[in-house]
T-cell receptor, first 113, second 115 residues
Framework: AQKITQTQPGMFVQEKEAVTLDCTYD???????LFWYKQPSSGEMIFLIY??????QNATEGRYSLNFQKARKSANLVISASQLGDSAMYFC??????????FGAGTRLTVKP | GAVVSQHPSWVICKSGTSVKIECRSL??????MFWYRQFPKQSLMLMAT?????????EQGVEKDKFLINHASLTLSTLTVTSAHPEDSSFYIC???????????FGPGTRLTVT
């Protein structure tokens, strides 16, 4: 199983600015996937973006992009043009050969008006 | 598409009683379902993985006799917390996959409070 590390318990960003949320991973699997989820106060897990280990291009989904650096084992999430509604917990997760998904500790993002 | 529901959304039960949580995939067949537990201000921890028609695989440290999982059909999995205690109070989230871990759809979660 993967080990996912998120070292930023909390982050602040000014509305309309970009923010990067850090995520590093550790796995011995050759094939794996990396995910980012948003969890608002309601508790639901909202899928944001996915990066496969063999994908050569960084994944992008609207205002979300994933800065994938395989050699450094990092998969940082970049949110551009932050909005007040982006305030939430953000979890990085990884899945590999064992058909299980592991989550990082999460980062609480607060967007300031 | 790819909607997963959980019922109930919240439940309060007395210590020593059992409570069942349902997880349903509404518009797809889920060959695999996953159960997670999330304590306040903590991350999601995988409890068990279940495949339709077979026994669940529990993560290390999760008591299989306490957390009974039944994946009876391709659209329904249930988690029964037996003899619940206050320390079992948590947010329980299921996810369903039509195939493989790379495609998981999460339910809205069930908040369990044991008094």
């Amino acid at each position: 199983a993967q080990k996912i590390t998120q070292t930023q318990p909390g982050m602040f960003v000014q509305e309309k600015e970009a923010v990067t949320l850090d995520c590093t991973y550790d796995t011995s699997d050759q094939s794996y996937g990396l995910f980012w989820y948003k969890q608002p106060s309601s508790g639901e897990m909202i899928f944001l973006i996915y990066q496969g280990s063999y994908d050569e291009q960084n994944a992008t989904e609207g205002r979300y992009s994933l800065n994938f650096q395989k050699a450094r084992k990092s998969a940082n999430l970049v949110i551009s043009a932050s909005q007040l509604g982006d305030s939430a917990m953000y979890f990085c997760a990884g899945g590999g050969n064992n058909n299980d998904m592991r989550f990082g500790a999460g980062t609480r993002l607060t967007v300031k008006p | 598409g790819a909607v997963v529901s959980q019922h109930p959304s919240w439940v309060i039960c007395k210590s020593g009683t059992s409570v069942k949580i349902e997880c349903r995939s509404l518009d797809f067949q889920a060959t695999t379902m996953f159960w997670y537990r999330q304590f306040p201000k903590q991350s999601l921890m995988l409890m068990a993985t279940s495949n339709e028609g077979s026994k669940a695989t529990y993560e290390q440290g999760v008591e299989k006799d306490k957390f009974l999982i039944n994946h009876a059909s391709l659209t329904l999995s249930t988690l029964t917390v037996t003899s619940a205690h206050p320390e079992d109070s948590s947010f329980y989230i299921c996810s369903a996959s039509p195939g493989g871990v790379y495609e998981q759809y999460f339910g809205p979660g069930t908040r369990l409070t044991v008094t």
